[in-house]
């Protein structure tokens, strides 16, 4: 509280980072952030190419890349350490504003305010998790809703995270790169691959619920990455297993159709199993320089977020 006092009253461009706030939008200087305006030429020319290429996987107009917004002391903008970002939100709040419910109502529902979502690089705390997929189930009266909103998601949904994964020489380079800057969208949660052998573990671990799992939340989460790897080596990519924290649905038909695997609940992980083979497997639209260049600016933005606890 007492560094929050002393940076009240000093003009926006003057104040140390923290977490994103509501009520500064001045640019801090030195922060530096990240658009698709200040890439260099080169960087820009290649994304804006990949974007309009035929038969690719993400066709969707290039917005910014990454971006620190204002930053500020103010008492109201600290965050909780776990916080997710409003991109990382983003299906789900799409859903229910798509579904006729108005922002106002969506955030009065969440418990924050609605002008957060402007930005999707804001912040939110980790708590509104569980509530956003519990009034999307209630809304949408849809108890598949996180399968659901998974297979409707717009594939370039989370920017630098289609970018950097997609452009990747094969999947095992992709995972690596999807469990280093996923606290870009989360730091609540995280993805680990394991070997076991000749098969391979690719777990979600998320602690946004506590030590409740949050059924659709983990559900969106097994269903979106599979589709990322279906859609990289032409639905080929397939499954041996698929493990739940939570219990068995009572109708596990839609689950069981789109993961084409055995299904497993209670389990002690959310997580879903396959052949190590497919690490080696080459991902189409892959652009090893492209790559390199955007790490170096999530380095630098990852540089600028402290883990929780921090």
Not at 114 to 137: H, Q, T, Y
Not at 170 to 188: D, H, I, K, W
């Amino acid at each position: 509280m007492e560094e929050t006092k002393r940076f009240e009253g000093r003009a926006a461009d003057e104040k140390g980072p923290c977490l994103s706030c509501r009520k500064c939008h001045a640019p801090v200087r030195g922060v530096g952030a990240v658009t698709i305006k200040n890439l260099p030429a080169s960087v820009r020319a290649r994304l804006t190419n990949k974007a309009r290429a035929p038969n690719r996987p993400f066709q969707a107009p290039i917005g910014s890349l990454v971006s620190n917004r204002a930053r500020c002391y103010h008492p109201s903008a600290v965050l909780p350490d776990t916080t997710t970002s409003v991109r990382a939100a983003g299906p789900v709040l799409r859903a229910l504003i798509e579904a006729g419910v108005s922002v106002q109502e969506v955030g009065k529902r969440l418990g924050v305010d609605a002008g957060s979502f402007a930005d999707p690089e804001g912040r939110l705390p980790s708590s509104i998790v569980a509530r956003a997929w519990d009034f999307a189930e209630e809304v949408l009266d849809d108890p598949s809703v996180g399968l659901r909103i998974a297979q409707a998601a717009n594939r370039e949904a989370y920017d630098i995270f289609s970018y950097i994964a997609s452009a990747s020489s094969t999947l095992s380079e992709a995972t690596m790169r999807v469990q280093r800057y996923f606290r870009l969208l989360a730091n609540a949660a995280v993805w680990e691959l394991t070997r076991d052998g000749d098969q391979v573990w690719w777990t979600f671990r998320s602690e946004a619920g506590g030590k409740k799992p949050i059924r659709h939340d983990e559900e969106y989460a097994l269903a979106i990455s599979c589709t990322y790897a279906r859609l990289w080596t032409e639905d080929a990519f397939q499954l041996n297993e698929v493990f739940f924290r939570h219990p068995k649905p009572r109708d596990t038909t839609e689950l069981e159709a789109f993961f084409r695997a055995p299904l497993r609940f209670g389990a002690d992980r959310s997580a879903y199993r396959y052949d190590a083979a497919w690490l080696s497997a080459s991902i189409r639209g892959a652009d090893s320089k492209l790559t390199g260049l955007l790490e170096r600016y999530a380095e630098e933005t990852l540089a600028a977020r402290p883990e929780p606890g921090r």
